[in-house]
């Protein structure tokens, strides 16, 4: 696809660049659709073009254009920021793209992007038909090329924050792919996140391989975890997105696509057997074992006799051994 910038400006007011891309999609389509589309176009074209309207990645990250035109709401900054495909909540940045058929409607999709094809509207063009069988099938398939769209972009954006980036900067690189409930058809967002999924290359995620580990990598999502509780991101030595990254509704996809783990008390048991903790890294495991989130007390026993520790890596390992009296 062929990748632009495009800068908005109000004059002698503030700007904004977004990224433009713009698709060439080679028609497939099977005859009986064709036939109903030659009934009103006569000839059908053999391409259709795909467009798309975002915030890259390092203008998300240009703390001096983009948080100066965030922070203020002067008219001129309000104009501006009512064509980002991203609205601003409480520190938040939440996906508003919209899809265009010339005119807006009120269709969002769900993802940080605005999108513009030929898609067929309903009478009122508001939105999409979804409803006729034909018009159905005609902007599904477009719909579903959109998600397939975004997910390049996506592998190129994270692709390209693998160097030099700061760990607190991945929520905000990551915000656009918090895939959303869209209106007013849920619908459309089910199918971006078919796209979005339907390509087999490796998804790369922000993880942080120990907790230890004072930068994030980007390691294919099969082999990291998730975990519910902030102690276990304080001891187990497994691949882990970060607990505040984790609240991003695109890891929750990933784990409906059975893309990535969850921990367990099985997996967490298992990892420490065969691992030393940090005498830090042991405070927040007993931690974890005294909380709400655990109430089995042959589980906490059977951990603690295996768990090993020690005060630096260079210290001598130590363990508690076999517990013969315990009391949480």
């Known amino acids: 696809f062929v990748f632009t910038e495009q ?48 915030v890259p990645t390092k203008i998300l990250l240009n703390q001096q254009q983009f948080q100066s035109l965030i922070a203020n709401n002067n008219l001129d900054a309000q104009i501006l920021k009512s064509i980002l495909p991203l609205k601003f ?12 058929i010339g005119l807006g409607t009120h269709q969002s999709i769900g993802i940080g992007m605005h999108v513009c094809s030929h898609f067929i509207p309903t009478v009122e063009r508001d939105t999409l038909d979804l409803q006729d069988a034909y018009a159905a099938k005609w902007n599904e398939e ?10 390049r972009i996506y592998d190129q ?22 895939f959303q409930k869209t209106v007013p058809s849920e619908k459309v967002g089910a199918i971006i996140l078919k796209g979005f999924f339907a390509l087999k290359n ?35 030595p497994l691949p882990l997105i970060p607990f505040e ?6 890891f929750t996809a990933l784990k409906d696509h059975s893309l990535i783990h969850m921990t367990d008390k099985s997996i967490i ?56 009296y315990y009391d949480a």
């Open 269 to 324: 048991e298992e990892s420490l057997t065969s691992s030393a903790l940090l005498s830090n890294e042991l405070i927040e495991l007993l931690k974890w074992l005294c909380s709400s989130d655990i109430n089995d007390r042959s589980y906490t026993k059977r951990v603690l006799s295996v768990v090993r520790y020690h005060e630096t890596i260079n210290s001598p390992i130590s363990y508690f051994g076999k517990l013969n």
């Open 245 to 250: 990254l984790s609240k991003n509704h695109f």
């Open 157 to 178: 954006e994270i692709s390209h924050s693998s160097h030099n980036t700061l760990n607190k900067n991945y929520e905000t690189i990551m915000a656009p792919y918090s």
């Open 89 to 100: 909540l409480d520190n938040e940045i939440i996906p508003s793209g919209l899809i265009f």
């Open 142 to 151: 477009l719909i579903a090329c959109v998600g397939q769209i975004a997910r």
């Open 202 to 236: 490796d998804i790369f995620v922000p993880t942080k391989r120990l907790p230890s580990a004072n930068n994030l990598s980007l390691v294919i999502s099969t082999q990291t975890f998730l975990a519910d509780s902030k102690h276990i991101h304080g001891f187990l």
């Open 7 to 54: 800068t908005f400006a109000i004059t002698n007011g503030p700007s904004i660049t977004l990224g433009h891309i713009a698709i060439e999609a080679h028609l497939n389509i099977d005859q009986q659709l064709r036939n109903y589309f030659q009934r009103i176009l006569k000839t059908l074209p053999s391409t259709v073009q795909i467009q798309l309207l975002f």
